[in-house]
């Protein structure tokens, strides 16, 4: 983390975009400060405490340098990072803030993945589910430019979203009850291989329809300093396409490995009691989504980086910087 003594404040940029700006150039950095960002405790920190952290990161470069003094600029970071979104500095939601998405996220995605009796309990919970990654999506997205159409229709929108994805996610469940499909072959290809491509596909749709006014209308892009050179369609464009890669990496992971681990231990008969599958099933699938939330977020940089001659005609006569940056969201 940035200390006071490797710290240098930049005005005209908000405190954690240019932590992420400094801090997220590498994969295993970024995936070590979102350890550490991505801790439920940090959902306790009140709105209070969250001003305080920020008061004392803008004035950090007036902190003496001790080691007391550097381990509250360590946490003030944490929910400085945790709390706050970089674009505007508003604070997040408390149910769609980083930290509360493992705990909120993991119980859907193990009702998601039961074998239902029935479809409607399928898509009660899909529909559920992917109202909350909506939601997420939304509350994280870069926020750098009022979005005035971002109103009836954008909310239609995301309603269309939810629920077109909710629908297309529990079309294996459906075609099994529809057709009758009880053949071993049929069922392993409904239940074991069909859902992690599916849902990794309606996931990243989640993030490109709810995030769709960042292609449409531009985000700002700045060059290091934080001077704002534009407004670039191309940059949000960008930012929703790996943001969407790294959702749809996210879900599908997390929906196939514990499928491929459950059939390894089939074969090898290492469970043979139904009793004992069950939970070993959820607890491998809560362990790999624990582990792919900071992995899928540490993909791409946070501040994320987009060459000039990419960008709108204007921007690049605008400046002669090679490399203008901007913030992705998560």
């Avoid at 899909?126 to 939304?138: D, E, P, R, S, V």
């Avoid at 491509?197 to 749709?205: D, G, R």
Wanted: proline fraction near 5%.
């Amino acid at each position: 983390f940035l200390t006071c003594a490797g710290y240098r404040r930049t005005i005209s940029m908000d405190l954690n975009h240019q932590y992420w700006l400094e801090e997220s150039k590498s994969f295993h950095l970024r995936f070590y400060h979102w350890l550490n960002i991505l801790d439920p405790l940090l959902l306790l920190a009140s709105e209070g405490e969250i001003r305080n952290a920020r008061d004392l990161l803008s004035r950090c470069d007036q902190v003496s340098a001790n080691t007391d003094k550097e381990k509250k600029v360590k946490q003030a970071w944490n929910v400085s990072l945790s709390s706050v979104h970089p674009d505007n500095g508003s604070i997040i939601p408390l149910l769609f803030r980083p930290p509360a998405f493992f705990p909120a996220a993991a119980p859907l995605v193990l009702a998601t993945l039961l074998p239902h009796t029935k479809v409607f309990p399928s898509f009660f919970w899909q529909c559920i589910f992917q109202t909350y990654i909506a939601g997420f999506n939304l509350a994280n997205q870069n926020a750098s430019v009022e979005k005035r159409q971002q109103s009836f229709n954008h909310i239609m929108l995301c309603m269309g979203a939810v629920s077109y994805t909710a629908c297309l996610s529990v079309l294996p469940e459906y075609l099994m009850k529809r057709y009758n499909l009880g053949s071993p072959t049929m069922q392993a290809f409904c239940r074991k291989f069909l859902p992690a491509p599916l849902l990794a596909c309606m996931s990243a749709f989640n993030v490109m329809v709810v995030r769709s006014t960042e292609s449409d209308h531009g985000i700002e892009v700045m060059d290091k300093k934080g001077n704002i050179v534009g407004v670039s369609k191309n940059a949000g464009a960008k930012a929703v396409r790996e943001t969407a890669i790294s959702r749809a990496a996210l879900i599908g992971t997390s929906v196939a490995i514990p499928s491929i681990f459950m059939s390894f231990l089939q074969r090898k008969n290492v469970l043979r009691s139904f009793r004992a599958f069950t939970p070993v099933s959820y607890i491998v699938t809560v362990a790999a989504f624990g582990l792919m939330v900071p992995t899928s977020f540490s993909l791409f940089p946070q501040a994320g980086k987009i060459t000039r001659d990419r960008l709108e005609q204007d921007i690049q006569l605008a400046t002669t910087e090679s490399e203008l940056y901007y913030y992705r969201g998560v």
